[in-house]
């Protein structure tokens, strides 16, 4: 009876120590927690004006684009 006993213990120290399955799990839980921080940054503005991050960056660019457009080159 002893000798289960001390197998049993020996098998369940082994299974506590086991840590292989530990970095996958982590790994996917910072996947999710950037998931939800990235997907919080492009739908929510924290404006009242209903505009996105996206839109905001489309808007931004096309004003430099219209910027460069109308910039005259330098002569020197």
């Given at each position: 009876?002893?000798?289960?006993?001390?197998?049993?213990?020996a098998f369940l120290a082994t299974y506590k120590?086991?840590?292989r399955g530990v970095t996958a799990i982590?790994?996917?839980?910072?996947?999710v927690a950037m998931a939800a921080?990235?997907?919080a940054v492009f739908v929510?503005?924290?404006t009242d004006t209903g505009v996105s991050l996206v839109d905001?960056?489309?808007?931004?660019f096309s004003n430099?684009?219209?910027?460069?457009?109308?910039?005259k080159p330098?002569?020197?």
């Open positions: 009876m002893i000798k289960l006993y001390s197998q049993a213990m120590n086991d840590e982590e790994y996917g839980l910072i996947a921080m990235l997907s929510y503005t924290g905001r960056l489309a808007g931004l430099i684009a219209t910027d460069l457009a109308g910039a330098n002569d020197d």
